[in-house]
């Protein structure tokens, strides 16, 4: 699987935009980018994934870049809650059993 | 929709004694993980279930732990005889087969003395 690299921490202001980045520059053209996050002491949960178009559900949008080497989640209106550790996480398609790698993720910090 | 169901949530037990842990996953659900997540780490997966079939455990330290899956419901996970680095938040997942998103469940926090 491809690794991703995603900045160790990051602030953001409550009621801003989050845009968190993520490089997977090895990224192979059959690997979804996945994201998930994690609150303080709860499991992860799923955010979003896509393939290469932009996506967008009720939590955030993921726009992947045209070359595929790169993705950024975004938050639209950030709030306190938001405060966790998100992944970035490539996955194989080919991999019907779903197997996910985490990496340390972005410790998000969301500020009054 | 109820979600993925563990117990317990807390188990503290000294070093060389056993321990299990319990995973329900939602309904329907024919895929199920465990991961152990260590302090300031990402979780990693230890064992992949496809209904009651290991699909994975190339991570599962196999002298001691083990996991089951009967019926292909719901799941257990034992460490015997246990180590001081054992400790971690054991979590439980589950997913619909293809490219979907795994559902996690609250974890167990287990802590070995």
């Known amino acids: 699987d491809a690794k991703t690299t995603q900045p160790t921490s990051m602030d953001c202001a409550e009621g801003r935009a989050a845009n968190l980045p993520c490089n997977h520059s090895?990224?192979?053209?059959?690997?979804?980018v996945y994201w998930y996050r994690q609150i303080h002491s709860q499991g992860p949960q799923y955010i979003i994934h896509g393939l290469k178009n932009n996506e967008t559900n009720e939590m955030a949008s993921l726009i992947i870049t045209e070359d595929r080497k790169s993705s950024t989640l975004i938050l639209p209106h950030a709030t306190l809650r938001d405060t966790a550790v998100y992944y970035c996480i490539v996955r194989l398609t080919t991999d019907s059993w779903g197997k996910l790698q985490f990496g340390a993720g972005t410790q998000v910090v969301v500020t009054p | 929709e109820a979600g993925v169901a563990q117990s317990p949530r807390y188990k503290i037990i000294e070093k060389r004694q056993s321990v299990a842990f319990w995973c329900n996953p939602i309904s329907g659900h024919a895929t199920l993980y465990w991961y152990q997540q260590i302090l300031g780490q990402g979780p990693k997966l230890l064992i992949q279930?496809?209904?009651?079939?290991?699909?994975?455990d190339s991570q599962l330290p196999k002298d001691r732990f083990s996991a089951e899956r009967l019926k292909g419901v719901d799941s257990t996970l034992k460490i015997q005889p246990a180590k001081l680095e054992d400790s971690a938040v054991y979590l439980c997942?589950?997913?619909?087969?293809?490219?979907?998103?795994?559902?996690f469940g609250p974890g167990t926090r287990l802590t070995v003395l």
């Open positions: 090895t990224i192979s053209g059959n690997e979804y």
């Open positions: 997942a589950s997913s619909l087969e293809g490219a979907g998103g795994q559902f």
């Open positions: 279930f496809q209904n009651n079939g290991v699909v994975d």
